[in-house]
């Protein structure tokens, strides 16, 4: 069998929701593209491959669960497996190239049977909670964030130095539920320490996303453009920076940032058109000059006899797209003159 393309599991919201997947011979996955997700509350501690013969992922395919395999169980370059993967004969092995293995997500401790729950509460106006009248024993915790913001991330367990304060989610993530190491509680006590971190990501990635496009301004040079394309550009990054101000999620904030980056490069520069296309002198000395150039536009000839200090000589707007100067012959005549022309925004 092959995973030729992505595989999704649906727990459809039952935890406990178990997945058997059996192969007669080897079993495969294409190359970035045999990957298996999970969703409604599927975990990867309920998943298994029962594989009779070799398994081989490809490169960049992520998997899910226990892999038992009864020959060798081969990774590809930059895969990734959250489980477990156990070669069955004797001459099985487990080869890993540059591969990531994530500890098994699900109702911990893996591989026991599921714990009973025995009771479900909801968290007062300032988010504390409580069961009471526990028995001794050991338990585990867990929080339903099926329908929390996808703004929202966990904060790292066990941070800081009080166990009051810190969070204590070990394993799952936004989107299902998250649940506590094993805790064991005694007679006559209270355990009140046990609570959730959740943090909103949307500000900080609006503030990089409005960084980003100051950045990408300043890296704009004013001379390039004209003077109505300049206020395009800038009225341009006003737009994005209110857009993502406004943005209510993570994909409104990228979609705002792309769209604003888009329309900025768009912005047109001006094109340096002017060319001299030919040069004359007379016989008392002036210097003709063609100078192909687009009609209207507003151009300075400057000369210099050091191609250090320029001088401008005149400042017109022709009115055919070749045009003639004649330079006065007594600045034409002595040292060796240099001529520039430019288009002015």
Do not use: C
């Amino acid at each position: 069998a092959t995973l030729a393309s992505p595989l999704t599991l649906d727990g459809e919201g039952d935890p406990d929701a178990v997945f058997i997947i059996q192969v007669v011979g080897a079993f495969g996955a294409t190359a970035e593209v045999g990957n298996v997700n999970l969703i409604n509350d599927a975990h990867s501690a309920n998943v298994f491959w029962v594989v009779e013969g070799a398994v081989s992922l490809g490169a960049g395919t992520h998997m899910e669960g226990t892999l038992i395999g009864a020959d060798a169980i081969t990774f590809g370059a930059a895969t990734t497996i959250n489980g477990r993967a156990l070669a069955g004969s004797a001459a099985g092995t487990v080869a890993l190239a540059t591969t990531t293995i994530s500890a098994v997500t699900g109702i911990p401790p893996v591989g026991t049977p599921p714990p009973i729950v025995l009771a479900n509460t909801v968290t007062d106006t300032n988010g504390n909670y409580l069961f009471g009248s526990v028995e001794p024993g050991n338990y585990i915790v867990s929080w339903d964030l099926s329908s929390a913001s996808t703004n929202v991330r966990i904060t790292t367990a066990n941070q800081g130095s009080d166990d009051a304060l810190d969070s204590d989610g070990v394993s799952g993530d936004v989107g299902g539920y998250v649940y506590t190491a094993e805790i064991a509680l005694l007679s006559g006590t209270s355990h009140l320490s046990v609570d959730l971190g959740l943090f909103d990501t949307l500000p900080e990635v609006k503030a990089a996303a409005l960084n980003e496009l100051a950045a990408k301004l300043e890296s704009y040079i004013i001379a390039d453009f004209s003077n109505g394309a300049w206020t395009t550009l800038n009225t341009a990054k006003t737009v994005g920076d209110n857009a993502i101000n406004a943005a209510t999620d993570l994909a409104g904030v990228v979609t705002a940032k792309d769209a604003t980056l888009a329309a900025m490069n768009a912005t047109p520069t001006i094109v340096p058109l002017p060319i001299f296309t030919d040069f004359s002198r007379t016989a008392e000395g002036a210097v003709t000059m063609n100078i192909r150039t687009t009609p209207f536009a507003l151009l300075t000839l400057e000369t210099s006899t050091d191609l250090v200090s320029w001088t401008t000589i005149t400042t017109a707007t022709p009115i055919t797209e070749l045009w003639t100067f004649i330079h006065d012959a007594s600045l034409a005549t002595g040292p060796k003159w240099f001529y520039r022309a430019s288009l002015n925004p």
